[in-house]
């Protein structure tokens, strides 16, 4: 079973559910990008479900807008320049420079981000760094190599062509802008490492294999913050710690609006709760109390309280006298 047969059922859903009738019906399908969407939530739990993960309707809009036709002028301006599965493509020339290293092939200092050259009108070095792999290790460019070519497949259907494209070229735009003014750039492994961030934002619960451990997005993420990009920016001066910044440009334009919101209706959930446990202890604090001396239950636990006809309250000892 593939993507076409996926589009095949929907279509024959469609007409039996009378969303449509005849030939329209039977010939009604979706875009590829959201087909390609609803196959990858299909096939990404092991075992075919109509609906696939939990989507927020900020991450479906994409499909939402493709299915209904309502493109903005933004919107379909990016989608004529985006290219499809961009990552792809960085993965593979990815995988060709690293062949090429290992063959001893003087390639690096041709592509390498250098600031100086790109002054002196070698241009290129602006989009070829993205093709240098940051290790020598076969087994380590294997797993990165492969992870980085499924974050971009799932980003792609979950956002969209012309989204993933941006996000991805924001990056590249941030470690250029750190190299030029900062003097350094981490490559094309802070960019992997932006497109994992976005995952586990979007799916924080989904399992992956972690050197052969399942293990949740959001935790990978969480290590992986910790280490290196953590550790390099707690121990890096200025200069390093706005380069991590400047190359993650990508994540804090697309997430930090939501995630700041998120933060605040936290805090104004906790104050909320805060002021509600605060009343409970009040209320419970003079459940009685008396109108004499002013004794409470808490105050004096030993003593007794009655309330009068007027529905006043005392205490035994100051009770007033028929």
Request: hydrophobic share 50%.
């Amino acid at each position: 079973m593939n993507s076409n047969a996926s589009t095949r059922i929907i279509s024959r859903r469609a007409d039996r559910d009378g969303n449509g009738e005849g030939k329209g019906a039977r010939d009604w399908k979706l875009p590829a990008a959201c087909d390609a969407a609803l196959w990858s939530t299909v096939t990404a739990r092991g075992k075919p479900t109509e609906m696939g993960p939990r989507r927020s309707a900020h991450n479906a809009a994409p499909c939402q807008d493709a299915r209904e036709g309502t493109h903005s002028p933004a919107v379909t301006f990016l989608s004529r320049l985006a290219i499809p599965g961009l990552i792809r493509y960085v993965v593979m020339l990815n995988a060709l420079v690293f062949l090429l290293v290992l063959l001893k092939r003087p390639v690096l200092e041709l592509i390498v981000l250098d600031p100086a050259l790109i002054l002196e009108g070698q241009v290129w070095r602006l989009v070829t760094w993205i093709f240098i792999p940051t290790t020598n290790s076969m087994l380590w460019i294997f797993f990165y190599l492969m992870f980085t070519w499924w974050a971009g497949d799932m980003l792609e259907a979950t956002w969209g062509t012309a989204r993933l494209n941006l996000y991805y070229l924001l990056g590249m735009a941030g470690c250029t802008a750190a190299a030029f003014f900062f003097g350094m750039s981490f490559g094309s492994l802070i960019l992997s490492f932006s497109l994992l961030l976005a995952l586990a934002t979007l799916e924080p619960d989904m399992e992956i294999l972690f050197f052969f451990f399942p293990l949740k997005l959001k935790w990978v993420a969480l290590i992986s913050l910790v280490y290196p990009w953590g550790f390099l920016f707690i121990s890096g001066g200025t200069a390093t710690q706005l380069s991590i910044l400047a190359c993650l440009v990508n994540y804090l334009a697309f997430f930090g609006p939501q995630l700041f919101r998120q933060a605040k209706d936290r805090k104004s959930t906790h104050a909320r709760r805060a002021k509600f446990e605060a009343a409970k202890l009040d209320v419970s604090a003079a459940l009685h109390r008396c109108e004499a001396c002013g004794i409470t239950e808490m105050s004096n636990p030993e003593a007794d309280f009655r309330v009068t006809d007027d529905g006043r309250e005392y205490c035994t000892s100051h009770l007033p006298r028929a």
